[in-house]
Each structure stands twice: as C-alpha cells, then as structure tokens.
C-alpha cells in the first residue's frame, strides 16, 4: 500500500528572521484571514492564509467571503446594541432601520468604507479583506514556527483561489522557501498554466480540488468549464510535485459512483498520485452567506457514513490512500 504524501520536502529548520529581498517582502495582495494551528490542509500543524477572490461560483461554497475581489462587510445583528453609532457615520445612508427595529445594510448603496466598522464597538460590523504585505503575513505565520518544526507543518495558501493573484501568490511562497518554511497551496486548478507552472518551483505540496469530472456538471455548479483544470491536474503531476487530490462529496452533485470512476480512470492515466482527500459537504457556510446579505442556494443532505466509506473504499481498491475530511 502506498504511503501518504506530504512530508517535508527539505529541512523546515532553517533560520528564520533574516530580511527579505525587498521585492518580494513589499509585494502586496487581498488577504481575507489567516487562520493559525490548522490541521486539516497539509500535513502538521499550519497557517493557513486565505486570499481575497476566486473565479469560481461553486454552489457550495463554505467560504462566500474569498469570492469578492475586493472587501467584504459582514454584519452579525445578533451582537447589535443598537446605538445607532453606525447610522451616523455612513455617508451613503447605507444602513438602515427596518419596520420591526431591525438594522439592516443596503448592499446596493454602500461602498465599503469602513467608517461603520470603526465606531461599532460590539463588533456587529466587519470588514472581511485586507490589503498585506509579503513581510507582514510571514511575519505573522513565523509565530508558530516551533509547531511547524515540531508538527512538519508549514504555511498553506488557500482563497478564494490563490493563483487569482499570481503575483502576491509567486513571492509568498518565495519568501516561505527563503525562511525555510514547508509550503502547500490548495487550488481549483483554474488559471493559464503559465501561472500554475511559476509557483511550483516554491511548493512543496499541491492540494487541486477536483470538483466534478463531467465538462457540462462542472461548468452548471462552478460557472467554468473543467478541460483547462484537468489538463493542468496532468501537467502538475508530470511535473513532479508532491500533490494530493482532494474531492468535495456531495450528495446529488458529485457524489455518484461514476464520478469517481471516471477521477480514478485519469489519476491512473497520469500516474504517481497516492492520495486522494474525500471532503464531506457541509452547510457550515451558510451563516456567513447570512452575514454578506446572500442567499445559500444549496440545502442538500449531508453524506452518509456509509456512503463516503464506500467511495473511500472503491479508490483504495484503485490503489490509492484515502483520508476522509483532509
């Protein structure tokens, strides 16, 4: 049986604080958040940094608030005090005061200024996306460099879709490698693969989303067709990096029996991938299409025990080592 993927891929013991090359640590890009001590994107304990926009629309998406190019406000009522601070300081008039007392945005109106978010001290307002620096965000992740050494872990880019901003993107992962920082990158695979290309030479380990197999299912449940995700899954793999594809489940979506048929028929076309990460869909995003003022299109059933381990099963009667949930 063959062995997961992932291990380091060079020493992540290096020294860290030294100074970066000026062009990479003043790049800058659309960072949504950082989350620290994650376990479940690579191997070891990581950061994962989340960047600002994607362009794809997936139905299921569980994190609305990296689609945008540009800054999110999200609005909790359930914190509000109602001091009306935020009435006040809105130059647009943009938020409101509904027939029931309900404080409510108007998301035609505002213009993401922020001045809200300043003057509310419940926090009931919040900016989702930042404008950083290479610097500051490694900055940020070396503070948990001992578990990274400890763990294996390492810094992990997710999005939204980190090759929406190539650029920033390319000169993170450079400045991980310099600070000898293990890197992974999860991707939908959708971009020139020019672009995808420019980023392996700094990534340890690729984690590509595949969604659905079928051409036309993919294009009606994302918004792109899957042909140039595909053959970039088949050039990254001949390339040589460690990669480790990872498979939402989704019941009436993906789910079916074909489906993975069909993904095992081309991972055996191409060869050396070992792992395949089965991910349970989940409704745990849909309060935060809430809190953006969208409407959650997909209520769907969670999949059954049952049925991700008889998938689980099929690949790794295929071959492949299976983990449920990354």
Request: glycine share 10%; hydrophobic share 40%; aromatic share 6%.
């Amino acid at each position: 049986m063959a062995e997961p993927v992932g291990s380091l891929a060079r020493d992540a013991s290096g020294p860290s604080g030294g100074a970066l090359p000026a062009e990479i640590a003043g790049v800058t890009g659309f960072v949504s958040r950082i989350r620290r001590l994650a376990i479940h994107d690579g191997p070891g304990i990581r950061s994962v940094v989340f960047l600002k926009g994607c362009p794809l629309r997936c139905a299921w998406c569980a994190a609305p608030e990296t689609q945008a190019d540009q800054a999110d406000l999200e609005h909790f009522p359930e914190r509000c005090l109602v001091c009306d601070e935020c009435l006040r300081v809105c130059p647009e008039g943009a938020i409101r005061v509904e027939s029931d007392g309900r404080r409510s945005i108007d998301r035609q109106t505002c213009t993401l200024c922020g001045r809200c978010v300043e003057v509310c001290y419940a926090e009931a307002l919040r900016l989702v996306g930042v404008r950083r620096t290479v610097a500051d965000v490694l900055a940020e992740c070396e503070r948990d460099r001992v578990f990274y050494n400890r763990s294996g872990g390492g810094i992990t880019l997710s999005g939204g879709e980190p090759l929406h901003q190539p650029e920033f993107t390319r000169a993170l992962l450079r400045a991980c490698r310099l600070s000898g920082l293990h890197t992974a990158m999860e991707t939908s695979g959708y971009s020139d693969w020019e672009i995808l290309q420019s980023v392996l030479a700094d990534l340890d380990l690729l984690l590509y989303d595949v969604k659905h197999m079928d051409a036309q299912q993919h294009e009606a449940l994302t918004g792109v067709t899957n042909e140039g995700i595909l053959e970039n899954l088949r050039r990254a793999i001949r390339s040589g990096i460690s990669t480790i594809v990872r498979v939402p489940v989704i019941p009436g979506i993906n789910a079916a029996a074909d489906n993975f048929r069909a993904l095992a028929r081309l991972l055996h076309e191409v060869g050396s991938i070992r792992q395949i990460d089965l991910l349970p869909y989940h409704r745990l995003g849909e309060a935060t299409y809430a809190r953006l003022g969208k409407a959650y299109a997909l209520t769907l059933p969670l999949p059954t025990e049952e049925h991700l381990q008889a998938l689980a099963e099929f690949l790794r009667s295929e071959g492949f080592v299976v983990t449920l949930g990354g």
